[in-house]
């Protein structure tokens, strides 16, 4: 318990250190360079991670609890999405990838076979389109696979990327949705602006709203998707791939 704090001191300290002298973008492009150094005390046979598939020591415990490779950056919930990517073989011809994390971009931008779109609007990702989620400047019935992760939540106008979600996504094709859920109805308040108000009434400075589960789902519904959920409760693997559960994804078709 002791190495593990202190290995985590370590890396606030060094992060917080690269990124008061090197631009954010240079850090991200060359992200798995500086994490070599970092990661070689992290080296194990008690956990692995499932995108790098490096066998660790132990993740680094973020503040907010989530599970980090110290190798490739994932957390927990991109380790997950990963590989129910490759168990239901849903990588394939056209992806729509919005605000990709970094560990599952450097792994579709290697797959030749495919064509990957990865889009982020505001900059904070390393991407190479800028779509905006209400109005996609693209064909429609283009895209086999879209992944749509903890986006929803930052968008005003959350029905109107539905419906363009839906325009785009070919028929059978599959969108992998996640947010942050709430019990009970969806919780929202467009007079609710400035980034102070927004952490504390939604959870962070740039989210406009929290769904349910239901909610969500009925959103999606009204345009027009098939919606299925998957919940992963406690299992056996949890501890070794570093998953927390429990964790909802919904799956939307066309």
Same mark, same amino acid.
């Given at each position: 318990?002791?190495?593990?704090?202190?290995?985590?001191?370590?890396?606030?300290?060094?992060?917080?250190?690269?990124?008061?002298?090197?631009?954010?973008?240079?850090?991200?492009?060359?992200?798995?360079?500086?994490?070599?150094?970092?990661?070689?005390?992290?080296?194990?046979?008690?956990?692995?991670?499932?995108?790098?598939?490096?066998?660790?020591?132990?993740?680094?415990?973020?503040?907010?609890?989530?599970?980090?490779?110290?190798?490739?950056?994932?957390?927990?919930? %991109?380790?997950?999405?990963? +590989?129910?990517?490759?168990?239901?073989?849903? !990588?394939?011809?056209? @992806? #729509?990838?919005?605000?990709?994390?970094?560990?599952?971009?450097?792994?579709?931008?290697k797959i030749q076979e495919i064509n990957y779109y990865s889009t982020d609007f505001t900059d904070a990702f390393l991407a190479d389109?800028?779509?905006?989620? %209400?109005?996609?400047?693209? +064909?429609?019935?283009?895209?086999?696979?879209? !992944?749509?992760?903890? @986006? #929803?939540?930052?968008i005003i106008e959350d029905i109107k990327a539905m419906s363009e979600l839906y325009r785009v996504l070919k028929p059978n094709g599959?969108?992998?949705?996640?947010?942050?859920?709430?019990?009970?109805?969806?919780?929202?308040?467009?007079?609710?602006?400035?980034?102070?108000?927004?952490?504390?009434?939604?959870?962070?400075?740039?989210?406009?709203?929290?769904?349910?589960?239901?909610?969500l789902k009925n959103r999606l519904d009204n345009c027009d998707f098939n919606v299925s959920t998957i919940t992963f409760g406690n299992?056996?693997?949890?501890?070794?791939?570093?998953?927390?559960?429990?964790?909802?994804?919904?799956?939307?078709?066309?």
């Amino acid at each position: 318990m002791k190495w593990c704090k202190e290995k985590v001191n370590m890396y606030y300290f060094i992060k917080k250190n690269i990124k008061a002298v090197i631009p954010e973008k240079f850090l991200f492009k060359n992200e798995l360079f500086f994490r070599r150094f970092h990661g070689f005390f992290y080296i194990g046979n008690k956990h692995q991670c499932s995108i790098c598939n490096k066998k660790l020591r132990a993740f680094i415990t973020l503040e907010n609890k989530d599970l980090m490779c110290p190798i490739c950056g994932s957390l927990s919930r %991109t380790r997950r999405l990963w +590989s129910l990517l490759n168990s239901n073989k849903s !990588i394939k011809n056209n @992806i #729509l990838h919005f605000s990709p994390p970094r560990s599952i971009y450097r792994q579709l931008k290697k797959i030749q076979e495919i064509n990957y779109y990865s889009t982020d609007f505001t900059d904070a990702f390393l991407a190479d389109y800028k779509f905006d989620i %209400t109005n996609i400047n693209q +064909s429609d019935e283009k895209f086999d696979l879209i !992944i749509c992760y903890h @986006i #929803l939540e930052h968008i005003i106008e959350d029905i109107k990327a539905m419906s363009e979600l839906y325009r785009v996504l070919k028929p059978n094709g599959v969108i992998y949705i996640q947010t942050p859920f709430k019990e009970g109805g969806i919780y929202e308040d467009y007079s609710i602006t400035s980034p102070e108000e927004r952490e504390q009434h939604f959870g962070q400075d740039d989210h406009v709203r929290i769904y349910s589960l239901d909610g969500l789902k009925n959103r999606l519904d009204n345009c027009d998707f098939n919606v299925s959920t998957i919940t992963f409760g406690n299992q056996d693997d949890d501890f070794y791939l570093g998953y927390l559960s429990p964790e909802t994804i919904l799956i939307a078709t066309k």
